[in-house]
C-alpha cells in the first residue's frame, strides 16, 4: 500500500442485511462497532479545516465501497455531524437500494434543472436506541442524494459544470460531504471527481481483489489531486472491534461471551 495507513478493517454485514444499512438495523452490532472505529480513525485522519468533500471508491467493482460509504454516513451523522451522501456512481448505483429509496428524481435531474436541490434530497431518519443530547452531542442529520435516472455519457456527467456546482452546494450544507464513485481502476470517472474532492478513501476487499490490483490503486493514489487518507478493509473476519473481553459482547454469538467472574 505504499505507506498509506489502513484505516479500518471491516467484516461482512449480518446475514440478512444485504440492501440494508447495518448501522441502521443492527445498530449495536460488531459491523457496527467496526464502522464507528472507522468513523472516528477518519475523522482524525482529516485535518483540513471546513466542511470536506470525501470521495470513496475501489480497485474493482464488488468490493463493499458502496456499503461501506452509507454505513458511514450514519456513524457520522449519529455522531452529531450534518451529513450529505452523494451516489455519483452513474454506472452502478447502489445508494438508493441500500437505504430502499424508491425511485425518485436524483442529481441528474438537477443537473438537467427538472427538479431543485432540494426537492431531490431525501432526509434519512437516523435516530438510535439512546438521545444523542444525553451524550453531550448535538443531533446529527443525514441527507441523501441519489442518481435519479442513468446518464447516457456517465463519463461527461460527472465532469460537468453542473455536478461540481452541487457539489459545492451540498458541501455548504454540510459537515460532512460523503460520495460514493465507481471503482477508479475500471473508469476515469473517480479520477475526474477526484479533481475537485478534498480527500479520498480507498475500499479493498480481502481474499477477492489481485495484488497486482492494490498495488496500482495505490500508484493511483499518489497520482490523485485528492489527498489520500487511507485504506479500508473489507471482508474481514473479525474486523476491529474489543475481541472476548468485557468491553464488547456480541448478543448473536453467545459462544465468543466472556466467561463471568461473577459467582
Known amino acids: 500500500l505504499e505507506g498509506l495507513p489502513i484505516l479500518g478493517r471491516l467484516p461482512d454485514p449480518p446475514t440478512g442485511a444485504a440492501g440494508n444499512v447495518a448501522m441502521l438495523t443492527d445498530p449495536g452490532g460488531r459491523y457496527s462497532e467496526a464502522v464507528r472505529m472507522l468513523r472516528v480513525r477518519l475523522a482524525l485522519a482529516s485535518t483540513e479545516p471546513g466542511p470536506q468533500l470525501i470521495m470513496v471508491t475501489s480497485a474493482t467493482a464488488r468490493e463493499g465501497k458502496s456499503t461501506t460509504v452509507a454505513n458511514l454516513a450514519v456513524a457520522f451523522a449519529r455522531a452529531g455531524q450534518r451529513v450529505v451522501l452523494c451516489d455519483l456512481d452513474t454506472r452502478r448505483p447502489m445508494i438508493h437500494s441500500l437505504f430502499k429509496l424508491p425511485p425518485q428524481p436524483g442529481l441528474t435531474d438537477v443537473v438537467q434543472g427538472d427538479v431543485s436541490l432540494e426537492d431531490a434530497l431525501t432526509v434519512v431518519p ?50 460532512v460531504l460523503l460520495v460514493d464513485t465507481p471503482a477508479i481502476l475500471s473508469v476515469g470517472d473517480a479520477m475526474t471527481i477526484a479533481g475537485f474532492a478534498d480527500a479520498v478513501i480507498g475500499v479493498v476487499r480481502l481474499g477477492l ?47 465468543e461471551r466472556p466467561e463471568s467472574i461473577q459467582r
Not at 441527507?143 to 442513468?150: A, I, N, R, S
Open 126 to 175: 437516523i435516530s438510535a436506541r439512546t438521545d444523542t443530547r444525553r451524550n453531550g452531542r448535538r443531533p446529527g442529520a443525514l441527507e441523501v442524494l441519489t442518481v435519479g435516472y442513468l446518464p447516457t455519457d456517465p463519463g461527461e456527467l460527472v465532469g460537468s459544470a453542473g455536478v461540481v456546482d452541487i457539489l459545492e452546494r451540498l458541501r455548504s450544507r454540510a459537515d
Open 209 to 255: 481483489v489481485k495484488r497486482a490490483k492494490v498495488r496500482e490503486l495505490a500508484r493511483a493514489f499518489t497520482t490523485s489531486p485528492a489527498t489520500p487518507l487511507g485504506f479500508v478493509a473489507t471482508g474481514s473476519v473479525i474486523g476491529d472491534r474489543y475481541d472476548l473481553d468485557l468491553y464488547y459482547q456480541d448478543p448473536g454469538l453467545p459462544a
